[in-house]
């Protein structure tokens, strides 16, 4: 475990930690584990919608929850929204058998702090409940991966979808080249050179220049494949 989140347990120390899950072999077993690093910790069990209720209604000074989506009584992402409308000091972080990037994604976007798949060994899920309780978002790192991937491919879809000149041109906005200079340059009028900015920001999806030098910044561009044309 990274030495600074450490030292941020011990400051923290959390005083009670909920955890909401219906398979006990699971729930022993990350319990065995965690009570063994967070010695100071109150440990509250739920197995089902109805036990969680009372002891987020009895508990609601928790430091956190581990939530498991598919507790019985669960409908969906629905526990998870409930929580957060109602109790919303208290941090949520879902431990789930699901790992898919449709549900990470949806659980994030109900407020979740964040996303442990089961399959996640109980050191990193420790190093997660670490995080969340410091104010971080923990997310698994195939998921982040994903997310930057999914993120490049689709900057990089848009930069493709350029015409030869129109990526000219770009590069030459990369270069800070006010419109004059680069019509001068392409030996076409400075208008022209406004009606390909305007077309180059909408296949882009960015307002203006300084959006568009950042949008091929963040693939570090010295070349691209575009459309001829």
Same mark, same amino acid.
């Given at each position: 475990?990274?030495?600074?989140?450490f030292?941020?347990?011990? $400051?923290? *120390?959390p005083?009670?930690?909920? =955890? @909401?899950?219906?398979?006990? #072999?699971?729930?022993?077993?990350?319990?065995?584990?965690l009570? @063994?690093? #967070?010695?100071?910790?109150?440990?509250?069990?739920?197995?089902?919608?109805e036990?969680?209720?009372?002891?987020?209604?009895?508990?609601?000074?928790?430091?956190?929850?581990?939530?498991?989506?598919?507790?019985p009584?669960?409908?969906?992402?629905?526990t998870l =929204?409930? !929580?957060?409308n109602?109790?919303?000091? =208290?941090p949520v !972080? /879902?431990?789930? @058998?699901?790992?898919?990037?449709?549900?990470?994604?949806?659980? $994030?976007s109900?407020?979740?702090?964040?996303?442990?798949?089961?399959s996640?060994?109980?050191d990193?899920?420790?190093?997660? /409940? !670490?995080?969340v309780?410091?104010?971080?978002?923990?997310l698994?790192g195939?998921?982040?991966?994903? *997310?930057?991937?999914?993120n490049?491919?689709? /900057?990089a879809? %848009?930069?493709?979808?350029?015409?030869?000149q *129109?990526?000219?041109?770009?590069? $030459?906005?990369?270069?800070? $080249?006010?419109?004059?200079?680069? @019509?001068?340059d392409?030996?076409?009028?400075?208008?022209?050179?406004?009606?390909h900015?305007?077309?180059?920001?909408?296949?882009?999806?960015?307002?203006? %220049?300084?959006?568009?030098?950042?949008? =091929?910044?963040?693939?570090?561009?010295?070349?691209?494949?575009? *459309?001829?044309?």
């Amino acid at each position: 475990m990274d030495e600074s989140l450490f030292r941020i347990l011990v $400051m923290i *120390q959390p005083e009670k930690i909920i =955890i @909401a899950d219906d398979h006990p #072999l699971f729930r022993q077993a990350l319990l065995g584990t965690l009570k @063994a690093k #967070l010695t100071y910790t109150i440990w509250l069990e739920a197995q089902t919608i109805e036990e969680l209720e009372q002891q987020l209604t009895n508990h609601n000074d928790s430091d956190l929850l581990l939530l498991d989506l598919n507790i019985p009584g669960a409908h969906g992402f629905n526990t998870l =929204i409930h !929580v957060r409308n109602h109790f919303p000091q =208290i941090p949520v !972080v /879902i431990v789930s @058998a699901h790992e898919d990037h449709d549900t990470i994604s949806k659980a $994030m976007s109900y407020g979740a702090a964040g996303f442990v798949p089961k399959s996640t060994p109980v050191d990193d899920i420790y190093s997660a /409940i !670490v995080a969340v309780l410091s104010g971080s978002i923990w997310l698994p790192g195939s998921f982040e991966q994903k *997310q930057r991937d999914n993120n490049d491919k689709g /900057i990089a879809d %848009r930069v493709a979808s350029l015409t030869q000149q *129109q990526y000219r041109i770009l590069m $030459m906005f990369a270069q800070g $080249m006010l419109n004059k200079q680069i @019509a001068y340059d392409l030996n076409v009028s400075e208008a022209t050179i406004k009606a390909h900015a305007t077309a180059i920001f909408r296949k882009l999806d960015v307002r203006n %220049r300084t959006q568009a030098v950042i949008v =091929i910044a963040q693939l570090n561009l010295t070349e691209a494949g575009f *459309q001829q044309g």
